[in-house]
């Protein structure tokens, strides 16, 4: 009971240490001036207490909450915790077996996903009305397929790397000092050495794995094109296509040959009216209006897409964005990572190298108490 509480309490720290790690600052919108510099953990703290006070420092509380609840209930011989952190919980290999810590991840990933959303998103989530939290949280194709969040590019491949990772240090640091054993002076301090050693080579390779997984997570999966594709298909087309001119022509035989067509027709025009909504979640596409048809045979017309595809996300239609009261700058969704390796490529080009070591010091003192 005593990790439950201190899992809740962590919540405020851990809001700010998951902005922070998922702030996407490059460096070419920083020199133009389009962004503010990244900040500091310390800095994204401050902002997070101007611009959203208590509520933003308990953002994420009830899946925390509720996260706490199911570990502490369906694993408390084998888990341990202080706070969400994109590592999954480990456990002692001599008790349990890399497959248990293997399915923990699975169930770990599926709360941290909910908690990381939770926290970055700048919707205000009602705690009593759970379906529209869900809307906000998940995609529509998330929602409709849960087990579409383990599909999300690199996430799992990330965890389960620094799960394996994490079990192999886990497994060479009791040797090293054993709590139940005596040393001499000299030894204890090269043990002690050796120890060090090992928690460096741990900070090495998870503090950029925890990084991936906090960028991973927080990015939805939409189903490729399948929401777009399947949003083009509800709009009927305005101009029959060349296969239904069967129509045309039999209504053309049906007119009397001493009437003739005029030599100029009235040009055809399609408006398309772009209706922006404030910030919504729910897909706004364009409306194209109907186009009155003749008998006389015109070309078929071309629909222009008059919207930057930048400026549009999938589900939340044309989005309009202040920046000054922005508490996180997120990578835009319409430039996703791709999987693994591109999500550690694209931070290493756009951010530099020391963002994927972003609270390196925190990893390094998780390897002494995983």
Known sequence: MFFFLDI?????????????????????????????????FIGMAKRVWKLQGVEGLSKGLMPTLMGGLLFTFLFPWGWFKIYFSPSAPVTNPTRVSLLASSIYALIYTMVIVTIYRAIVTPRKLDVLNAREALHILFSAHERHKFWAIYQIPGLLPAIFINLGFNHLILSMREPILPWWQQF??????????????????????SAPLEVIVTRLAIQRNYGGLALANDS??????????????????????????????????????????????????????????????????????????????????????????????????????????????DCAKKI?????????????????????FM
């Open 232 to 341: 083009m298909n509800d709009i009927e087309p305005t101009v029959p296509p060349a296969a239904a001119d069967a129509q045309s022509d039999a209504a053309l035989d049906a007119v009397p040959q001493t009437q003739t067509a005029p030599e100029t027709s009235p040009k055809v025009e399609q408006s398309v009216e772009v209706i922006t909504e404030p910030f919504s979640e729910k897909a706004s596409y364009p409306d194209i209006k109907s186009v009155e048809t003749s008998t006389i045979p015109v070309a078929a017309a071309q629909v222009v897409n008059t919207t930057d595809a930048s400026s549009i996300d999938l589900e939340r239609g044309l989005l309009s964005v202040d920046f000054d009261n922005i508490v996180v700058h997120l990578r835009n969704e319409n430039g996703p990572y791709l999987g693994f390796v």
């Open 184 to 205: 001499s002076p000299l030894e204890y301090s090269i043990r002690t050495a050796c120890l060090i050693v090992v928690a460096l080579l741990n900070t090495i390779v």
């Open 8 to 40: 809740v309490l962590s919540v405020p720290f851990n809001g700010v240490l998951v902005r922070y790690r998922a702030a996407s600052h490059s460096k070419a919108s920083v020199e133009d001036g389009s962004v503010p510099p990244p900040p500091t």
């Open 348 to 368: 290493i080009a756009e951010e530099g190298w020391p963002t994927l070591y972003r609270m390196w010091f925190l990893t390094f003192l998780g390897a002494f």
